[in-house]
């Protein structure tokens, strides 16, 4: 029997250039709760890791669409929603547990809290501190046969941003721990599992594998790959846009980035409007690869080719397509002097 569906970070966010962009973040997200309450007898709890929103003041959109979530979450089970409050659910840096998740009518771990939430199973629950010595500080209350639920990460983790900032000992780390705040799944040592999140929310996240986590009512913890749906980031250079042939664009929310080189590229504009109508994808926009980062030869001169030549045909036509207030004598003057 089935007792807790676990999801990481879902940050919500409605983009109003990509319309269809929160939509599926919660078409995945309530297909994985359908999915998982027919797998099992009886779901009874819905954890949320933390980050449910994006921005740390989300918009009223954005408001609008956790309770629709949640709305439609009570049509399809009866499970409890309990929500660890992340940093970006915070209100500010200050820890005082001032959120915008207490509009809504959740089971909100805000502070921290002993509350055995789940039934016949020893849990805490640890929110984000700013603080690390608060969580460094509870850590040392677990008993060891206890799980822990939390939204923190520990030495070793990257963040979001690829920057290594946590101080927390995992050796410290008592109990069985399931994490959110880190986004892609790792596990380390035997008793701790960073979940990661349930789709991708950025480009540095592009390529990865997205998973779900399950908590039976024995005590055991299954981790699942999340195949439903949501927002996709792809990476691609000009030359593998074909690798993009057969994009599930219904199921995803497909962002793409392409990688050009400057020397070699013409009109990004066109090629834009170009790949959103051939692969139909939701976005693309374009970033230049730095010249020390490519491979090839980045000159553009070709010896069999003949060397190009100024002529009084090619300066007439760049002075009369010039908006130059110039006269337009003195500009066909000036650039014979430099075909001279």
């Not at 819905?46 to 709305?71: A, N």
């Not at 979450?73 to 005082?96: C, F, P, Q, R, Y």
């Not at 009512?217 to 074909?242: A, F, W």
């Not at 504009?269 to 970033?287: N, P, R, T």
Request: with cysteine; hydrophobic share 35%.
């Amino acid at each position: 029997m089935g007792k807790a569906l676990i999801i990481g970070d879902i940050h919500l966010q409605v983009l109003s250039h990509i319309p269809r962009y929160s939509e599926c973040q919660v078409e995945s997200i309530l297909r994985l709760i359908e999915n998982e309450r027919g797998a099992f007898d009886n779901l009874n709890y819905i954890i949320f890791l933390g980050d449910v929103f994006d921005k740390r003041k989300p918009d009223p959109s954005t408001l609008l669409l956790f309770q629709d979530l949640l709305d439609q979450i009570v049509l399809i089970t009866n499970a409890e929603v309990i929500v660890i409050m992340g940093n970006h659910d915070a209100e500010s840096k200050a820890d005082n547990g001032i959120t915008a998740l207490s509009l809504f009518n959740i089971s909100l771990v805000n502070k921290y809290n002993e509350w055995d939430l789940l039934p016949n199973l020893r849990c805490r629950f640890i929110p984000h501190y700013e603080n690390e010595d608060k969580i460094r500080e509870l850590l040392k209350d677990v008993k060891d046969d206890e799980w822990i639920f939390g939204h923190y990460g520990f030495t070793g983790c990257i963040n979001a941003q690829g920057i290594y900032d946590f101080n927390l000992d995992p050796k410290t780390f008592k109990g069985n721990t399931v994490l959110g705040h880190i986004h892609k799944y790792a596990k380390h040592d035997p008793n701790i599992t960073i979940l990661g999140t349930p789709y991708h929310t950025s480009f540095h996240e592009a390529g990865k594998v997205n998973y779900y986590g399950i908590l039976t009512d024995d005590g055991k913890l299954q981790i699942k790959e999340q195949v439903y749906g949501g927002p996709r980031y792809i990476n691609v250079s000009l030359d593998d846009l074909s690798k993009l042939e057969g994009l599930d664009t219904e199921k995803y929310c497909n962002l793409v980035r392409i990688w050009l080189n400057p020397i070699k590229t013409g009109d990004h504009l066109d090629l834009i409007s170009e790949v959103i109508k051939k692969y139909g994808v939701d976005w693309v926009d374009v970033k230049f690869i730095q010249l020390t980062d490519i491979k090839d030869d980045l000159s553009t001169y070709n010896p069999s080719m003949p060397v190009f030549n100024i002529n009084e045909a090619i300066i007439k036509d760049y002075v009369e397509q010039s908006k130059s207030l110039i006269p337009y004598d003195v500009l066909m003057e000036g650039l014979r002097e430099i075909e001279d």
